[in-house]
């Protein structure tokens, strides 16, 4: 199990020796690494320095500030925005999708772009969004992407249409989802010094349904990486690029 794995492609490929499955928890794509201002899509346009300024306002939260030197960069980038990204993303894409074994389960992160998926998918991965599947006799749901923030990511939807999906996908023995539930210390991120956006609905659900499992990412340095909420186990899968250690789930 393996989520955020944001361009480590390297131990993506060897992450599921010894297991029957892979499930990967969404963001794929590597836009700008936190820890290394070199890598990443916007340092290869745009420069180091100019990433270290972008690190800066946003860990300040001045999102407007940050909005506006990025605005500021792609008018002078001399080419279509939407397109110069689309070609780096594809990129980053092709080497990924390389990477997954076979079987592969997968959902959305809050930065990758979906309607892309289709064409990098190889047989053997399965994609699923508030969908259901069986694997080794027990039910899988899958609900990908995130909610919307001022970072503005690609795949942020409404709370409501996050429910549909959490709906959706109903009662099943594991609930595999990219962001995690909305509670505090599953949300707060200690070195970002920030509460990412949980999911409300997908709290709810949990109360509700008591899956054996909640299983998530998002969050690269949580306050808390697991916890129970009434019968469920809830766990961080962990931040895949940074670690290269996937998580395992065994029953």
């Known amino acids: 199990m393996v989520s955020d794995v944001h361009g480590n492609a390297r131990d993506l490929a060897r992450s599921a020796e010894g297991a029957d499955a892979l499930i990967c928890l969404g963001d794929l794509v590597l836009f700008l690494d936190y820890a290394d201002h070199a890598r990443g899509i916007f340092p290869e346009l745009f420069g180091e320095e ?6 800066e306002l946003r860990t300040a939260r ?14 002078g980038a001399g080419g279509d925005r939407a397109a110069l990204i689309e070609k780096a993303v594809r990129k980053q894409y092709a080497e990924m999708f390389a990477a997954f074994p076979t079987p592969t389960y997968a959902t959305y992160g809050n930065v990758d772009i979906p309607t892309l998926w289709p064409e990098y998918a190889a047989p053997g991965t399965t994609v699923l969004d508030g969908e259901r599947v069986e694997i080794g006799g027990w ?8 909610l919307r923030t001022p970072m503005r990511t690609p795949y942020e939807i409404s709370d409501e249409e996050y429910a549909a999906k959490i709906e959706a996908v109903g009662e099943v023995d594991v609930l595999c989802t ?7 210390e599953l949300v707060y991120d200690t070195v970002a ?9 997908l709290l709810d659900a949990i109360r509700r349904t008591r899956p054996r499992y909640s299983l998530f990412g998002h969050v690269h340095q949580p306050l808390v990486r697991r916890m129970r909420i009434g019968a469920t186990e809830c766990v961080n899968v962990g931040h895949f690029a940074g670690s290269g250690k996937p998580w395992v789930l065994e029953w």
Not at 50 to 55: G, K, Q, S
Not at 178 to 184: A, K
Not at 193 to 201: K, L, Q, T, V, Y
């Open 178 to 184: 990219h962001i995690p539930p909305e509670v505090p």
């Open 193 to 201: 010094r920030r509460f990412e956006r949980g999911s409300r609905a």
């Open 139 to 146: 039910t899988f749901g899958f609900v990908g992407g995130g």
């Open 50 to 55: 100019n990433a270290d300024r972008l690190v």
């Open 62 to 75: 001045r999102f407007e500030e940050a909005r506006e030197l990025g605005a500021h960069l792609w008018a």
